[in-house]
């Protein structure tokens, strides 16, 4: 199988992105540090972001990331070896760009618009990464439209609203890629999706940061073997890619977006896998760049950047843009200062729990820390709002009963907690679900819920029939079981 996330030639960009050098000399190289090129400026000032020229090397560019006094600091994007102490530099009048438009459906492109998928490279309409659209984010809330995911968990504890961002937080190896490979084959292959948006409206975009090449590889092959890959653009950063490479793969895909909404007024799936190590990226090249960390070891200037980039994927009056964002957990710990800064830039964050995973249910949602601002009954309805209310209250009970049984036994409960215990017992069970994603490897076909199923079979657990036949018989059972238990608790 061929590996699609593999640049057809690693050593330099393909000669038709390479941009024309000029003769206008900036200065020379003074000192090398890792990604870190510091050029002495004796010549014409580049601007900032702006590629330059190596002499002799044409086909490598530095990129100039900010000014100290004299000096541009600047960053060697591929890590090329051939750069040298003492090289003279020149302009290029030229930023990052990757191509944009109709001609990129289907295609798997770097963060410098380099294909990897082995097709040709696109020289025509392209656009500048660093520079974003001048659009006023715009939010109409009196249209407010469901998209159903099939996912039983998700649709009903995290709604998921066109044109809003939700977030699946997890620890390494819980699920969150795979989840996330499953939302996509869904709602790009929704019949209700497809008759909603129309075939012709939707499209998706994926951002792959710092993952595994081998999961890249294999998402590309399942939607290209689900004939979803025709309406999807993909961006990759992977694992062996340099943090500088990393760090803009995310502006690169969102430029591909930000230009399908406003100029082709598509209505976008922004799927990014992970946007953690978008921070990490940014980190180590803080560290490269040898700025003073801030909280938590990250970089100074990471917290803006994150909120530069989510704000440019946001709706406006032209399309939509509807985020996921698989966000890696270091530790396994919430409360990391990055988590918390992504986290409060989303509307639902759906959290996986490495526990729950360990007890082989898929996906391994905690149903009492996944949260959303969206679960609302203007937007989800009565019946649905009253519903989760009711869940949550019995999880958080679960949640607290876990303890007492692990001492006096689940016997031991008065009916009523017995009762919620069982039910959020019965209610974690009904969450997992079989995905089509996976199911060349489980031999299980994978599994689609509408949301009136989902609604329906939670109705079914917390309000069984013969409940409530069951309730006028009740004080009567237990009045006769108080008495003839009292004497046995008297002999001890």
Not at 106 to 122: C, M, S, T
Not at 299 to 308: I, T, Y
Request: hydrophobic residues 40%.
């Amino acid at each position: 199988m061929e590996d699609v996330t593999q640049p057809a030639a690693q050593a330099s960009a393909p000669a038709a992105t390479v941009p024309g050098v000029t003769d206008e000399f900036v200065g020379i190289i003074s000192t090398l540090r890792g990604l870190t090129v510091e050029v002495q400026i004796l010549g014409s000032r580049p601007d900032a972001k702006e590629l330059l020229a190596v002499e002799g090397y044409p086909e490598v560019f530095i990129e100039v990331n900010f000014f100290r006094g004299d000096r541009a600091i600047c960053l060697n994007l591929n890590n090329n070896h051939v750069v040298r102490c003492g090289q003279k530099m020149f302009r290029t009048h030229q930023k990052v760009t990757v191509p944009v438009g109709p001609a990129t459906m289907g295609r798997v492109f770097n963060a410098l618009g380099e294909p990897l998928d082995k097709a040709p490279g696109i020289t025509e309409n392209r656009r500048p990464i660093s520079v974003p659209s001048n659009t006023t984010s715009y939010r109409d809330s009196t249209k407010l439209e469901l998209l159903e995911t099939g996912l039983k968990v998700i649709d009903f504890l995290t709604p998921f609203v066109k044109g809003r961002k939700i977030g699946v937080i997890g620890g390494a190896g819980v699920g969150k890629t795979v989840l996330t490979m499953e939302m996509i084959h869904n709602v790009t292959q929704s019949k209700k999706g497809a008759e909603d948006a129309g075939p012709s409206k939707s499209l998706s975009i994926y951002c792959g940061v710092g993952e595994r090449i081998r999961e890249g590889n294999e998402l590309y092959e399942t939607l290209k073997d689900t004939d979803v890959l025709k309406n999807t653009v993909m961006f990759f950063g992977q694992m062996d890619a340099t943090p500088a490479i990393r760090s803009m793969v995310g502006p690169a895909a969102a430029t591909a977006a930000e230009y399908f909404r406003d100029e082709e007024g598509k209505d976008i799936l922004f799927f990014v896998d992970n946007i953690y190590r978008h921070v990490q990226a940014m980190t180590e090249l803080s560290t490269n760049l040898g700025l003073i960390p801030s909280e938590g070891g990250y970089s100074p200037m990471v917290f803006s950047d994150l909120r530069r980039l989510q704000d440019r994927l946001a709706s406006t009056e032209f399309g939509t843009i509807t985020s996921v964002q698989a966000i890696y957990v270091p530790a396994d710990d919430l409360s990391d200062p990055a988590v918390q800064a992504i986290s409060q830039q989303l509307d639902s964050v759906l959290v996986l729990d490495r526990s729950i995973a360990e007890q082989g249910i898929r996906p391994a949602v905690n149903l009492l820390k996944t949260t959303s601002s969206l679960l609302t009954p203007d937007i989800v309805g009565e019946r649905h709002y009253h519903l989760a209310e009711r869940v949550q209250a019995i999880m958080q009970k679960y949640d607290s009963l876990k303890n007492i049984i692990a001492i006096v036994g689940e016997n031991e409960l008065s009916p009523a907690d017995r009762a919620d215990y069982q039910n959020a017992k019965k209610l974690i069970t009904f969450f997992s679900q079989d995905f089509a994603v996976a199911e060349k490897f489980s031999g299980k076909p994978g599994e689609y819920y509408t949301l009136d199923q989902t609604l329906d079979g939670i109705e079914a657990i917390i309000n069984p029939k013969e409940e409530v036949k069951a309730e006028e018989a009740k004080p009567a059972e237990e009045s006769t079981a108080n008495e003839t238990e009292k004497p046995a608790e008297d002999k001890k």
